[in-house]
Nanobody, 121 residues
Framework: QVQLQESGPGLVKPSQTLTLTCTIS??????????WAWIRQPPGKGLEWMGA???????YYSPSLKSRTSISRDTSKNQFTLRLSSATPADTAVYYC?????????????WGQGTQVTVSS
């Protein structure tokens, strides 16, 4: 059974880079056909897919966040990392990492528990 766990600072100052890491257990980040994504939910709003990294290491990004988002992986640690630059209070949200099968746009059946990130001075 795959498990995902988000980690990172809960408070980020405006203009700084928000960095979160997802640690995977029970499966390999490079296993065939898996896609690993970051999804967030601002307070009072719906879920927003931010981007994903494929088993091939190809990355996919939401057009609205592409200029500020980078997703990378570390296969030795079985982790993938989100970097969101130039953070603003609008980036305050619960951030989730998740896994889908066969495509970045396919349903995400496995999720981490989520981590709250607040952008504030």
């Amino acid at each position: 059974q795959v498990q995902l766990q988000e980690s990172g600072p809960g408070l980020v100052k405006p203009s700084q880079t928000l960095t979160l890491t997802c640690t995977i257990s029970g499966d390999s980040i490079s296993a065939n056909y898996y896609y690993w994504a970051w999804i967030r939910q601002p307070p009072g709003k719906g879920l927003e897919w931010m981007g994903a990294i494929a088993y091939t290491e190809r990355t996919y990004y939401s057009p609205s966040l592409k200029s500020r988002t980078s997703i990378s992986r570390d296969t030795s640690k079985n982790q993938f990392t989100l970097r969101l630059s130039s953070a603003t209070p609008a980036d305050t949200a619960v951030y989730y990492c998740a896994r889908s099968h066969y495509g970045a746009g396919e349903p995400y059946h496995y999720w981490g528990q989520g981590t709250q990130v607040t952008v504030s001075s």
